[in-house]
């Protein structure tokens, strides 16, 4: 796990070896005791080179490790003895130096980075924080502001970064290795004691307090709920205060703290399962790894609506050349500016030149008959986009993809009016487009494998999380949120309101509560679905016993809120009122506060107290028990796939995991009670009746997460 070669006659050259990422493991750490030891004792030795192998020095502990009992050496103290050691010794860091990677190349007394590397101590976004000396010596290298904000955010910085910051002495775009083996035959003989940061005072701010003030404040605002980033600046504030060796103890109790939180063992679920998501199987035995993507040189975008821009923009950004199609000019030329202007803010932004001469803009159809892939972006309407694809399969190549962004329309409907339905899929992007991260893509029972590697490739190029995902309404996503948002409504009716849950969903962690999220998205389009599925509008048997529809409890407040032209944040009133239509700052209403009570009122329904445990139980085992369901049903083929969907595209806290996650963490034995509990409360709401496979896994005394896929027998799965 180590190798140890001698070169240029008195270089000792440890080569790290564990791929790909070569970590920490118990191994690793073992390897480079024991080859330290040999280097430091062999007197023909005078300075030694650390790198790691295939061009990736290293990526810092094994996070698999974690979940286990702590084997091998410890990581401190064989990094304290190398900072210590006589024999200079320089890192030569090649492609990632993460986490403990970054500890191990800080207790070198030199560093050589290759211009392509990057460099960080990304273990905050592992609900932990650089426990092997990092957050003492960095600050002692760097000074403490740079050091707090590379600590608390866990972001990668370019060789070319670290070299400003001081992190690095030197930056090549030379084979790093031979560069540092030569650096290291120059190190020899000039003193240490410089060069071991742990010796070294802090260069401590005269406003300390106040910075570490203002960076806690920012966390507590844009890390709502997570403990890591504040363990960090506690981590730091210890570093300016402290020397080293009661430093490095605050450290360790802080690492212990955060080591065995929900937090920690959340955040290391989310790094796996989004690694996960995209390792699809198909019944047919066809997998991620054995069929081959088709490469997509040229992409066409019909319509440039709000989603159909944010496609166009995120396909050539990445270098596809793409035709985007308007039906009609005034349309067009808006579209068109909006589009250019997306592109060239985001070039600005990530420091490249807007690739514009990608783009081409058409009235016309016939425009597309050649590109390689299609993405339809029109109107949520099954007619319609039955039009379009009729068109495109008469007009496209033979060999076209046939992609709908539908957010939960039948994809196999589309693929049916089609010459090629093998060639059809959905890609699901979530708005704005080309900022969201989320790709759903929707494998219809007649999509090819190629067709599905094809999409999720494309996704991946597009710099997306993308999960492949079966084909029913609504999908994973959309299909859950419905469970999940009748709670709210149902709770409104109960006696609690809007500011009320969206309050307690954003203190669990929630980017944005429930209706302050509707607000966002608009209240019409789910008015025009339920007004289309017969359960508003006209069409509604006056015969209906109020607040029940197809049989079941209906709560018809979302449908009074619209009928009063309040479509949320774009016509200035929702839930919430907004001071302008297109505003974002929401306020509660008491228009809204009114119309609850006159509804309670009609209703003979007497308000009670709602506990906040309420609003979190009902609404999120809601949610989960659909999740339980999409399992079932073979639409998601693992949780880990629902949980990163949820993460990704409806803001679910990533600390808590996501929606399975969560449920898992809180035990299936609560789940399953709770759930019996309030569906014998209102019978009347199927979603709220505990699925088979949630009492199955309780059955089999609640398996952890990664075990459930065991129990799922699937009938057919819809990937
Ligand atoms: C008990 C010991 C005490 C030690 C005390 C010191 C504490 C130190 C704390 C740490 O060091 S925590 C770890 C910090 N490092 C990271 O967070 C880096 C995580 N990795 C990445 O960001 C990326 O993987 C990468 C290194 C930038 C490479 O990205 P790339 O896109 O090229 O590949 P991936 O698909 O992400 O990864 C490939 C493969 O490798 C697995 N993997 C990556 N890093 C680790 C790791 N640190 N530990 C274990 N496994 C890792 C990853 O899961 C992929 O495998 P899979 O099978 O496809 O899932």
Known sequence: MARY??????????????????????????????????????PKVTAVVICGENGRFCGGADIREFAGPMRGPPLLPLLDSIEAGEKPVVAAIEGVALGGGLELALVCHYRIAHSKARLGLPE?????????GGTQRLPRLIGIPAALELITTG????????LKLGIVDQVT???VCEVAVEFALRAVAKPLSSRRLSALTVPCPPDLDALLEAVTMQIQK????????LACVQAVRAAATMPYSQGIKRESELMATLFNSGQARALQYCFFAERTAGKWTLPSGAQWNDTKPREIRSAAVIGLGTMGRGIAVSLARVGISVIAVESDKKLMETGRQMVIGMLERDAKRRGVSASLNLL???????????????????FEDMALKKRVFQELSKLCRPTTLLCSNTSGLDVDALAGVTDRPQLVIGMHFFSPAHVMKLLEVVCGPRSSSETIATAMSLGKRMEKVSVAVGNCPGFVGNRMLKPYSDQATFLLEEGATPEQIDKVLEDFGFAMGVFRMSDLAGLDVGWRVRKESGLTGPDVDPKNPPRRRQGRKYCPIPDMVCEQGRFGQKTGRGWYMYDKPGGTNAKPDPLIQNLLET???RYGIKPRNITDQEIIDRCLFALA??????????????????????QFGYGFPRHRGGPMFYASMVGLERVLERLEHYHQAHPDVPHLEPSPLLKKLVACGSPPIQKWREHIKTMHSHL
């Open 360 to 378: 081409k803009f058409t009235l016309s159809l016939q425009d597309l008959k050649d590109v390689d892939l299609v993405i339809e972006a029109v």
């Open 599 to 601: 509804y309670r009122s």
């Open 124 to 132: 905050v976004t592992l609900g932990l924080l650089p426990a092997a």
């Open 625 to 646: 028990n659909e999740g339980f369901r999409i399992l079932e049903d073979g639409i998601a083929a693992r949780p880990e796939d629902i949980d990163v969907i949820y």
């Open 5 to 42: 070669e001698l070169v240029k006659r008195s270089v000792a050259l440890i080569t790290l070896t564990n791929p790909p990422v070569n970590s920490l493991s118990s191994a690793v750490r073992h390897g480079i005791a024991k080859t330290m030891d040999r280097a430091l004792s062999d």
């Open 222 to 229: 844009k890390a709502r709920g997570m403990m890591a980033p």
């Open 155 to 162: 972001r990668h910085v370019s060789s070319q970064e670290a």
């Open 173 to 175: 775009e030379q084979n």
